[in-house]
């Protein structure tokens, strides 16, 4: 992969028809119902490019957020503004992050689906239920495996206007495993340019798709109660089977 053309392309693609202002608002709406308060600290896992983050830290929270690819970092860090500092960002994985007391953790955009076993997943949600203060709130988005058993993820192909008359034509090939429930994602990006000059690059990544029921478990095993699960384009929608991207909402339990 051209990982120079990924990262500079990554917003402007993925993450620009995401609405990231209305998902934070609606999981400071949900953390009020749980607690009664706004939360006033909040830490996102994965937090890519830093978009949640941000807002958040709009919303008043100091916010703290940490990824494994320092390349997402240091876009993050590139947009900070605000003379407070607010957000701060770090390149480690939970079990590398030295503060805690959290009222507020969140993992948004898949991030659960690019952990592939089982042990690595219970030390993930373990590592973020140490982290938060006694009573708080993880909230996180994923796949729902159920979903891709009753219809298996297919080739897209998505065509996304940029800034200065360039435009991206994105597909994605999912190969699936044997089981099913490991998917290996290939994408091919062409970019063409307001003067028609063509480039590209490719990438691929790894998703599993866990089911709700492992998920429960897990969280369970690490300490959690699940208080709800949503839709997650909106979380007061219970999930169905059918619901292909879904939100947990768990609470520190012990
Ligand atoms: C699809 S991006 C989502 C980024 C961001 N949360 C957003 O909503 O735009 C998934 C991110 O998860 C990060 N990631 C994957 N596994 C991780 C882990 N174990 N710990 C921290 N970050 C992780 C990846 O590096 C990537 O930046």
């Known amino acids: 992969m051209n990982s120079a053309l990924f990262y500079q392309y990554y917003d402007s693609i993925y993450t620009a028809s995401k609405n990231y202002r209305a998902e934070t608002e609606a ?3 949900r953390f009020g119902d749980i607690t009664g308060r706004t939360p006033q600290t909040v830490l996102d896992v994965g937090c890519g490019t830093g978009n949640h983050a941000f807002c958040f830290a709009e919303n008043h929270c100091k ?3 940490i990824d ?12 900070i503004q605000r003379p407070d500092g607010n957000p701060a960002f770090f390149v480690c994985d939970i079990a590398g992050l030295s503060s805690s007391g959290f009222e507020l953790a969140v993992s948004l955009f898949n991030v659960v689906s690019y952990i592939l076993n089982t042990g690595t997943l219970l030390d993930f949600f373990s590592g973020i239920h140490k982290r938060l203060s006694p009573e708080g709130v993880f909230v996180f988005d994923c796949w729902n495996g159920v979903a891709a058993i009753l219809s298996p993820p297919k080739e897209q192909v998505k065509r996304v206007q940029l800034r200065e008359g360039a435009s991206a034509e994105v597909s994605s090939i999912p190969s699936p495993g044997p089981s099913g429930e490991i998917v290996l994602m290939h994408n091919n990006v062409t970019i063409t340019d307001a003067a028609g000059e063509i480039s590209g690059f490719t990438y691929d990544y790894t998703q599993r798709l866990w089911t709700p029921e492992t998920l429960k478990d897990l969280l369970h095993l690490s300490g959690f109660q699940v208080m709800f699960v949503t839709d997650a384009g909106d979380l007061k929608t219970p999930a169905s ?3 292909w991207k879904i939100a947990f909402t768990c609470l520190k339990r012990i």
Not at 68 to 79: E, H, L, Y
Request: charged content about 25%; cysteine-free; hydrophobic content about 45%.
């Open 68 to 79: 494994i690819d320092a390349g997402m970092i240091a876009i993050a860090k590139k947009k």
């Open 241 to 243: 089977p059918q619901t």
């Open 27 to 29: 999981i400071i709406e």
């Open 63 to 65: 916010t703290t957020g």
